[in-house]
């Protein structure tokens, strides 16, 4: 066996790193598996400087990228530095090139997924993004592949580790978010910056993604309603906890009267359901197909080795594939299918006021629901003093009536504040 496949990567920081080590550890299995010797033949990074110690020849490093997609030395392109610029272009040359590619950049593929589908369609070439959504976990190929044959009805995500860790150690602590950040930076769970978990744009990204390929179609990740976790209180945590349920930060994708229905935001979910089972940096994605029934893929949803380990089957499938001169199975995003509107979206939903303690005002409170159509399945007050708080459960309500309920309450005299407002998504898995 003495064909050899050249891999040439972009970007080796932490995901770049894991790739490395797996790839030269498990060199030999990987070498009878693929039919081939993997080898990587260059990398590019920005610092040349930094010592990575990584079982590679120093003289891979370059840094300059574009130099490692065009090079005559590289046969297979792995996209592992991440962010828009200059990445997509460097694929889409590389594609072009006739080069297949291997991506972890959920961010790209929910932007720019069916313009880079396409480029490798032309290219009759291979684009692979296993890693780009829940890291190790597989459920691109799970999707596109092994439920080719069914009809998806809904996707339910845990997608996103850093705001699942923070819920989990608010929820088993009754520690403040503000609080449970502060550590999680500290410890380096979370980033500096951690607007792109903490704001759900990351589990957007990649609900996205999973949208398009369970329902063949096209969902940018602007198309997705995303809401973060940044509001929500040790109150509203203790108030689920009682009621049965857990807060999650979850991506629903579900398709309703041909339109597809995807969100992103915090939720109550049943604590009986396999997903509320889901703690610390962990993620999982629940499918629900006609004929399969339900499934869920759990594992880790990110760090060097996980990510890598999805980037490396990739690779192997990609490679197996070139030495063939075949292509893998690609996305058929063949339905145009309009995004439907969150207003249209029908759950229960929890809302948590401040008021004035004063006779009256909870029937003034039930009547402004009923005005809007909304009904009440649960409404209880707490705290006496001065200012009470009024915890009231919905049935299912649409999502327009219920924002028009909330407009008007803030209205009302002695509705002090509009504390919290949280879907509750127990029906959600009975629909
Ligand atoms: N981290 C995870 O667990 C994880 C999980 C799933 C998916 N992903 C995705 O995987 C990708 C990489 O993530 P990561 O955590 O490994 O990022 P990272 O640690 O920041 O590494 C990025 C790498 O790209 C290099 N790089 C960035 N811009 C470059 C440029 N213009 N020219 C040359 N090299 C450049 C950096 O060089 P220097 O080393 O010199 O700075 C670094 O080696 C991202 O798309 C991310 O969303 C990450």
Redesign the pocket.
């Known amino acids: 066996m003495d064909r050899v496949i050249r891999i040439g990567m972009?970007?080796?920081?932490?995901?770049?790193?894991?790739i490395v080590q797996i790839l030269h550890r498990e060199a030999d299995d990987i070498t009878v598996r693929t039919g081939a010797k993997l080898e990587v033949t260059r990398?590019?990074?920005?610092?040349?400087s930094?010592s990575?110690g990584l079982p590679v020849p120093d003289e891979v490093y370059t840094?300059?990228?574009a130099a490692v997609v065009a090079a005559d030395d590289v046969d297979v392109v792995v996209?592992?530095?991440?962010?828009i610029d200059?990445?997509g272009a460097l694929i889409r040359r590389a594609l072009e090139l006739g080069k297949p590619v291997v991506?972890?950049?959920?961010?790209?593929v929910a932007q720019q997924g069916p313009e880079l589908y396409a480029s490798a369609k032309a290219a009759g070439v291979d684009l692979a993004y296993e890693?780009?959504v829940?890291?190790a976990i597989p459920i691109i190929k799970p999707l596109k592949e092994s439920l080719a044959g069914d009809r998806v009805r809904r996707v339910v995500g845990i997608l996103n580790g850093t705001t699942n860790y923070i819920l989990t150690r608010m929820t088993e602590e009754g520690a403040s978010y503000e609080d449970v950040l502060a550590d999680a930076q500290a410890l380096g769970y979370a980033e500096a910056d951690p607007t792109a978990d903490v704001g759900g744009h990351?589990a957007a990204a990649k609900c996205a993604i999973l949208a398009s390929l369970a329902f063949d179609t096209s969902v940018h990740g602007d198309d997705v309603h995303r809401e973060g976790i940044e509001n929500v209180t040790a109150t509203d945590i203790r108030t689920a906890d009682r009621l049965g349920y857990v807060i999650k930060l979850i991506g629903i994708a579900s398709e309703v009267d041909d339109q597809v229905a995807v969100r992103v935001h915090p939720a109550f979910l049943p604590k009986e359901h396999p997903l509320a089972a889901v703690r610390d940096a962990f993620n999982a994605v629940y499918v629900e197909a006609e004929a399969a029934g339900e499934l869920m893929f759990y594992g880790r949803?990110?760090?060097?080795e996980?990510?890598g380990s999805?980037v490396v089957g990739d690779i192997i499938d990609v490679s197996r594939n070139l030495l063939q001169t075949a292509r893998g199975a690609h996305e058929s995003h063949h339905r145009a299918k309009p995004i439907r509107p969150i207003q249209d979206l029908t759950t229960q939903y929890y809302v948590l006021l401040d008021v004035a303690d004063r006779s009256g005002v909870l029937a003034e409170v039930a009547t402004t629901f009923g005005d809007h159509d909304v009904s009440i399945a649960q409404v209880w007050q707490e705290g006496s003093s001065e200012t009470a708080q009024l915890v009231l459960i919905t049935h299912r309500a649409r999502e327009g009536d219920l924002q028009a309920t909330v407009d008007a309450l803030k209205a009302l005299p002695h509705v002090r504040n509009v504390a919290s407002v949280l879907r509750v998504e127990a029906e959600v898995f009975a629909q």
């Open positions: 972009l970007g080796c920081g932490t995901v770049g790193g894991g990398i590019a990074v920005r610092d040349l930094r990575r840094d300059d990228p996209e592992v530095m991440g962010g200059p990445a991506t972890a950049n959920k961010e790209l890693a780009a829940a890291g990351d949803g990110a760090g060097a996980p990510t999805a």
